[in-house]
């Protein structure tokens, strides 16, 4: 007989909607193939193979099903799929950032515009952002084959189709450039930035994360090389955005990052305050064994911030 735990993690955002653990019966009920992949474990509940990918893709299907109003969402195999929980934490805390300046509600819908550097094939933020919020999003990144995707996510659930345009980044070198138009003004960005500076560096992590699983083939969520890796890593990322965040202070209000590194936050901290910010603020954000932050930087002025219209 299996047990329903539904023991709260305390870790999550207040409003995450997955605090709780996964009802597998809602979920297959949502997605019918998820059934094939739920199992009872050592421990009387119920829950799939972490280590498989079409198991984790299945949950994220019925999840964002479920939970997101999505009619239809795939990736093409060997990229990543992202763990839901986490994700929606960023995009909570974001709304919590943006109410802060806005006498302490949450500001919504379309008028509330996120560009999101590096979409991936998932469309992950843009979908969550947009179901919780009702905000808008641009979406960019180098990968065409990713931009493609998404368009079909997009084209095949119709509530997106007006809340999210895509851009391809015709300079991998550059993050903001011919993204950010003189006219536009973000609420924020959002970005996952690539955690590795070499192939073989992510390839090693990989082989190293699937073993722990439990998985010795070696597969695992996937990734490409532009979502798994950069020259300089994490660190040169983020890095590349802030200085050229220098050139877009008017046009957004909150430029944010995840930092997945706590050794890169005094760096981070170092270049905010050479290059001039007005405020920084950063969020630790805790998925059970994963550990992260948010790292936000405005170069906006209190009084800039307070006539800022979300509207």
Known sequence: ????????????????????????????FALPELKSFVFINEHNTETIDFSEPEAVKALN????????????????????????????DYVHYIADILAESNNGVIPTGENVVGLDIGI?????????GNAIYDWSFVGTDID?????NCKKIIGENPKLIEAISLQLQIEPRFIFKNIILPEDKFAFTICNPPFHSSQQEASKTSERKTTNLGNPSGQNFGGQNTE?????????????????????????FWFTTL????????????????????????IEMNQGQ?????????????????????E
Request: proline share 5%.
């Open 1 to 28: 007989m299996k047990q329903k735990k539904n023991t709260e993690k305390i870790n999550l955002h207040p409003r995450n909607l997955h605090r709780t653990r996964y009802d597998f019966e809602k979920l297959s």
């Open 61 to 88: 299907k019925a999840i964002l099903i479920s939970d997101y109003g999505i009619t239809s969402w795939d990736i093409p195999s060997d990229y990543l799929c992202p763990p839901i929980p986490g994700r929606a």
């Open 120 to 128: 991936g094939a998932n469309c992950i933020y843009p979908i969550m």
């Open 144 to 148: 065409e084959k990713a931009i493609q």
């Open 228 to 252: 798994l890796w950069c020259t300089g890593g994490e660190i040169g990322f983020i890095t590349q955005m802030m200085y050229e965040s220098v050139k877009f202070p008017l046009n957004c």
């Open 259 to 282: 930092v997945s590194k706590k050794d890169n936050l005094r760096t981070i901290y170092r270049t905010l305050n050479k290059i001039g910010v007005i405020e920084i603020k950063t």
């Open 290 to 310: 994963k550990i992260s932050r948010l790292v936000a930087w405005t170069f906006l002025s209190k009084q800039q911030q307070h006539d800022w219209k979300f």
